[in-house]
């Protein structure tokens, strides 16, 4: 199997895309690192170690880490994800512990300690773990097979301000460190993710599963569906998150482009941005796959049957 680190906010969306790793036997989850981000980092980590219990894997290590971006104020989204950030299903608290490691301190050991062919990373949230390693060790960044995010935005603009898009808002500092590390990035921006919307059916089918992770998924989506209803209409909302999971289990399911992305950081108006040199115009080399096209069945399809083989 590939072996995976996950850094997450969780999030309703977080939690559909770590179950989809937990089913999926091709992958290795080394551990979870939290950040905050959709709610604060108290919440985050509940919520990551309340999944892996739902998964039925206790066993999973779950590290928590920054608790704020490198410059700017924490931003939350409880106006999406609840008060508690996984509102919708009623989940155990859980018993499995959170490890006593930082979640930075962690990540550089673990990526030090990685064989040659290094370890794949799964960023679901703001990057603030993952460029607080590469800031206190540089040399991580051989060990990173790939960082493969959801981030961004660019025909499609942003949707928590104009420009930017939630992860990449909150620490923008952070992306930017990610996007000039020269780690191999894939990126999953609101152009993908927002042509893969979850229908009422297909929520309606996690229901009929027969286990109580199908049911916890439905009710979580239920809860997250009713602010994409306001939002989008009737169509359903994205699905964002499981986008980078499932792109390690069916990459066939994406289409993408190699271009370079930068993050603005000066001016309040568009921070966050993710400039997205689509065209070529700017002369500057790639340094990111950007994907802007899904198969959105197929999507759906692995998700629910990948689900169904959780407890
Ligand atoms: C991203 O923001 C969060 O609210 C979701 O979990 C997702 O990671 C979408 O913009
Ligand atoms: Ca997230």
Not at 33 to 39: D, E, I, P, W
Not at 59 to 84: D, I, M, N, S, Y
Not at 187 to 204: C, E, F, G, Y
Not at 287 to 308: E, M, P, S, W
Request: charged fraction near 20%; charge should be negative; glycine fraction near 10%.
């Amino acid at each position: 199997p590939r072996p995976i680190i996950i850094d997450t906010d969780p999030g309703q969306d977080d939690a559909i895309a770590i179950l989809l790793a937990l089913a999926s036997e091709e992958l290795e989850v080394l551990g979870i690192t939290v950040v905050a981000g959709n709610v604060p980092l108290r919440l985050t980590e509940l919520n990551a170690r309340k999944i892996c219990e739902l998964a039925g894997k206790p066993e999973t290590q779950v590290f928590a880490g920054c608790a704020r971006p490198l410059v700017r104020p924490l931003v939350t989204a409880e106006e999406v994800h609840g008060k508690t950030g996984l509102d919708g299903p009623d989940l155990p608290d859980p018993v499995m512990p959170l490890q006593e490691q930082h979640a930075v301190d962690w990540l550089v050991e673990t990526l030090r300690a990685a064989p040659a062919a290094g370890i794949t990373l799964c960023t679901l949230g703001p990057l603030t773990n993952v460029a607080a390693a590469l800031v206190k060790a540089p040399d991580i960044a051989g060990k990173i097979t790939e960082i493969v995010m959801m981030g961004g935005g660019f025909f499609e603009g942003g949707n928590v301000t104009p420009a930017a898009e939630f992860n990449i808002y909150v620490d923008p500092h952070a992306a930017q460190v990610v996007f000039t590390s020269g780690i191999k990035t894939t990126m999953h921006p609101l152009d993908v993710t927002h042509k893969a919307l979850m229908t009422r059916d297909w929520i309606d089918s996690l229901k009929t599963l027969g286990n109580r992770t199908g049911t916890a998924a439905a009710a979580m989506l239920d809860f997250y569906e009713r602010f994409d209803m306001e939002k989008y209409g009737e169509d359903g909302g994205p699905l964002h998150d499981p986008c980078v999971l499932a792109y390690l289990l069916q990459p066939g399911l994406f289409q993408g482009r190699d271009c370079n992305v930068q993050v603005e950081i000066g001016s309040e108006l568009t921070m966050g941005m993710t400039v997205v040199d689509w065209w070529g115009v700017s002369g500057r080399p790639a340094n990111c796959h950007v994907i802007n096209q899904i198969d959105a069945k197929g999507f759906y399809t692995l998700i629910h049957d990948r689900l169904a083989r959780l407890p």
